[in-house]
């Protein structure tokens, strides 16, 4: 690995697991400038094309979703491990789909599925993007929706 700040060759010098093991967190030295930095290892284990609903393709972004989430969940208690978590089990359903293209369908589902047991709120601004609500009517039978199918507490 080149060190960024003068492109030397560098050295590891601590290696730890992060996220059940998914993220290996580096830590190195460069042999020239001896300045320290950080790497994040992930396994790109995703590799499948989005159908999108108006049939243009594109290839799966981790990024994207947790963009679209970090928008759904802006000013909400939501700590970013819980996000972390819903991406990799979209990404873990995504696998097990074992498919070379999936409809946009499935993630939205997916992911909607799991932020409504984090978050209502987030729930229903992701909703409001993902279903295009036309008017407030729509809004309002989602909420509804949500309502409903609350348990007593």
């Known amino acids: 690995m080149r060190c960024p700040y ?5 050295a590891v010098i601590d290696t730890r697991e992060l996220d059940n ?34 049939g243009d393709r594109e290839p799966y972004d981790r990024e994207k979703m947790m963009r679209g989430l970090r928008v ?6 939501i700590p970013a491990e819980s996000l972390e978590a819903l991406v990799a089990d979209v990404e873990a359903d995504l696998i097990a789909y074992d498919a070379p293209e999936v409809p946009s369908t499935v993630i939205g589902e997916a ?9 209502e709120v987030a729930y229903i601004r992701f909703a409001s993007v993902y279903r295009s609500f036309s008017d407030l009517g729509k809004l309002r039978e989602a909420v509804e929706e949500l309502f409903d199918s609350e348990t007593p507490r």
């Open 21 to 54: 093991g998914d993220t290996i967190r580096r830590r190195r030295r460069c042999k020239y400038c001896e300045r320290r930095f950080t790497t994040y290892e992930r396994a790109e284990s995703v590799n499948v094309t989005i159908v999108k609903k108006n």
């Open 6 to 10: 003068c492109q030397g060759e560098s």
């Open 72 to 77: 759904a969940t802006y000013k909400r208690p």
């Open 111 to 119: 992911v909607m599925a799991r932020l409504r047991d984090i978050d």
